[in-house]
């Protein structure tokens, strides 16, 4: 018998037959997507108290708490786990819970996020844009402890005098505001290279937007070669040729990216679109769809999807309340980010369960309401005037529709930090020199 229904069994639980009524709903709504079965594949010892299922379990409802440190999210979530499974063992030690990240984390996490994917997979059809496949990419940073172990393993990126930090990558489909998958590492990691990492588990034939920051040679080849699209974001640091002469160029403004050091293989032949963005300063992007497939304004709906990722990583900041790990070592202050990660995947996949059974647009889903909802079910209270079943409640959580009349943000906001935007990217003719060398690339009529 598995780890999970052997435990099902236990006791009666004196108090509150309808806490624990309500608390097994959330049991129902997690091994949706993470069953019991699913951990079989990993052995253990055992006398091992933290199992990989328990560990993982442990891990997401703590990614959900609202206490402050470690320590209390740990006690709060061991007390909820010997409600749910009153027959596993598990520690209430931070130190043994840590070792337990350590070590089980590294062999782990990948499968995991596989699991998840798999449940994305099934709506990818369903949720297409414009016909499309669309994937964004983008990066954010997150803050950790000031420890001199943290110093020296995560590093201090970014502007001077900041704290040590953890560099994350983030895949998303855009059709359900999913994500994908993820990178994490120290706060030096290269966002190109953790995309790099994800391009393999792409969806076929999908179309990827992303900003200036990841526009490469590299990049553009591989998703070519994948037979991949994309759109993406072209600043000051990109450095492009036209009037090579290679393609047949039209109309539309054909440009080529092609750096000096590659060229020995042929150039990558990019459409380049030019937007305006809401305060009329251009916005240079390039594609490899012609313009018939894919035409200027549909290319400016798109990109500006790419805004869901922003509120992604705003909800896991800001909403969750998870804008800083608190772990004092770089391998646990990892491992909780990488488990912050899968919490907060699994709440969104079970909210957008929820919401397409209720007929909703999965895109309008609200953190903040599905993590009132879980939380309210974990307390064991899910509303003194509410008595709906958890799936019920989730699929109610979406943001409002209302059309607002003024600016939602107060009249003395907290003053923002304001990046400066990509400029224009470098575009130069092509000498006579690099026509010549590009006409050894072209295939014969």
Partial sequence: MDDFHKQQGGSKVARGPHRVCYQRELTAAISQFLPPQFFAR????????????????????????????????????????GELFPR?????????????????????????????????????????????????????RFEAPRTRANEAGLGCAGREKTTPQIYQTTLQHVGT???????????????????????????????????????????????????????LRVGGNTH?????????????????????RFHAIPPVVLRLIVLRDANKEPVYLVTNIDSESLPEEIASQIYRLRWGLETHFRGLKQTLGRDRVLSRTPATALAEQGWL????????????????????????????????????????CPSRCIRQPLCQRLGCAKIDGYQRKGPKQTRRG???????????????????????LAQQFMRPP
């Fill in 42 to 81: 990993w052995r253990f010892h055992g006398n091992a108290n933290w199992t990989p299922q328990r560990l993982a379990w442990a891990a997401c409802l703590m990614s959900w708490s609202t206490d402050s440190t470690l320590t209390d999210r740990l006690e709060s979530v061991g007390a909820l786990l």
């Fill in 88 to 140: 596993w063992r598990v520690g209430l030690a931070l130190g043994g819970f840590g070792r337990a990240c350590i070590r089980e984390t590294p062999r782990m996490l990948d499968e995991v996020r596989r699991q998840l994917r798999s449940s994305v997979a099934g709506w990818l059809e369903q949720y297409r844009v414009f016909g499309w496949v669309v994937m964004a990419v983008d990066g954010s």
């Fill in 177 to 231: 505001s999913l994500p994908w998958d993820f990178r994490i590492g120290p706060g030096t990691a290269s966002e190109r290279r953790q995309l790099d990492e994800m391009l393999p588990d792409l969806p076929g034939k999908s179309l990827l937007i992303a900003d200036a920051g990841f526009i490469s040679y590299d990049l553009c080849r591989v998703l070519l070669m994948g037979r991949h699209d994309f759109l």
């Fill in 240 to 260: 492009l040729l036209e009037k090579l002469g290679f393609a047949c160029e039209t109309r539309e403004r054909t440009v080529y990216l092609w750096p000096l």
């Fill in 341 to 380: 990660n899968i919490g907060a995947w699994l709440l969104q996949l079970m909210t957008t369960a929820a919401l397409i059974a209720a007929n909703e647009q999965p895109r309008q889903w609200s953190v903040a309401k599905a993590s009132r909802e879980v939380r309210r079910t974990m307390r064991g």
């Fill in 414 to 436: 907290v003053q923002k930090k304001r990046e400066k935007p990509p400029g224009p990217p470098k575009i130069r003719q092509a000498t006579k020199k690099e026509q010549q």
